[in-house]
């Protein structure tokens, strides 16, 4: 796994020797301040020096002509600039170290690792090496099952009045609910244009008549109202029919999960479902990363993209165990500030910009450290997941569970809540 403890970032400003002719065809610049991240499991003294070492490697580059990222930026799930995700490090912790239980399944990686982190926004995560956990979106699935309706991000899409629009989707899930054998909601475009060109022709005739222009605005403002009723009933109707695919998700991934057991008799996956999704994890054996039989699996379950990104990363799999502070009433009712202060909190003093006091800080620091505690205490009253259901193949119903696997499922779920009735945040 890749998860730094310490953290470190450094720049320097360059200046252009008359010898260093080729890289004046970066941005025609004979200057340039150069910022890198430098990271490291030993000591903050290793990772700036990691970090001196990465600028010392782009000025090379810089010099060599090569048109560099001046100021390396922090980016969500690793998106392109390969470096490792800044998290805390809570805990940390080797789950087993012995094999199986039974059967003669053979494991692919040794012993499980868990480390636990604390995000950007102040959740716990759990990290762990070799036990799959498939991340999948609702709008991921949307788009898969109503592929009509919505785009790939899961938003709402042109919908037709016909009857053949839903076929694809009833053949897929012939159990939906009565909402979708409706017809779709009438377009309102009609009824614009209605507006429109009655508005014009009532302009020419009070022009033409020389009348009062309040004519006009009455027959506006009542147009109004009536296209405000009936975007309010559209919107309404969207909504509902909205909940009802989300609703109907749960019968379509337990399909594709019962579908693959079928096809694969030696898998086995336990099932939960998040606020806004589901959690698959696969529960026959260990498993590397960076497995083939990974890939297949992110692919036939169509893991969120940022989610696949990030694992291949850090090389290993997450699973968030407590509430996104957006969620919880306590953010709401402004008892909880929304974001986590000071999430640059551990770069040391040579790391930090000149205009950041000790002062500045310390307050930095101790507004962190009161965020978290209340943080923690607010998160007791909600569970991140709720189990489902497990799916297991023919012949892995024969052998018992990795034992790795099975003290990872049990502390999981105590971690979080799924047992318990509360709410999902």
Known sequence: MLIPKYWAQYKQRFELSETDDNAFDDFNSKQATIKRYGWSDVSQVEALAHAKARVKEAHQRWLDGENIVRRERREEYNESNGIPIREQIISKQSLSESGLTAGDLESKA????????????????????????IDVDNNDLLHQKYPDEYDSHGFIGIIRKSNNVSNKSKANDPNQSSLNNHDKPVSMKPFVWTVVIAAIILATFIAMKSLSWLWLLLFLGVATAILWQQASK??????????????????????????????????????????????????????????????????????????????????????????????????????????????????DAESMDADSSIEQRQNELKARKEWINNYDKYAKNYRACRYVERFTGKEASYSLEHKDIQGFIEWHDRACQVDKELEMA
């Open 234 to 347: 559209y919107d309404q109707e969207q909504h509902q029919r909205y909940m009802g695919h989300v609703a109907s998700l749960q019968t379509y991934i337990i399909d594709l999960i019962q579908q693959r057991v079928a096809s694969h008799s030696q898998e086995s996956f336990r099932l939960y479902e998040t606020p806004a999704g589901f959690r698959i994890m696969a529960t026959h054996d260990t498993i590397s990363p960076n497995d083939a039989l990974v890939v297949d699996w992110f692919e036939y379950f169509h893991a969120d993209a940022n989610y696949v990104r990030l694992c291949q990363a850090q090389q290993c799999f997450r699973a968030r165990l407590t509430a996104k502070p957006w969620r919880m009433a306590e953010v709401a009712d402004k008892k909880l500030a929304k974001d986590i202060p000071a999430k640059n909190f551990w770069f």
């Open 110 to 133: 040794s012993d499980t690792q868990l480390v636990v982190t604390r995000n950007s926004y102040g959740a716990q995560v759990a990290n762990v090496n070799n036990i799959a956990i």
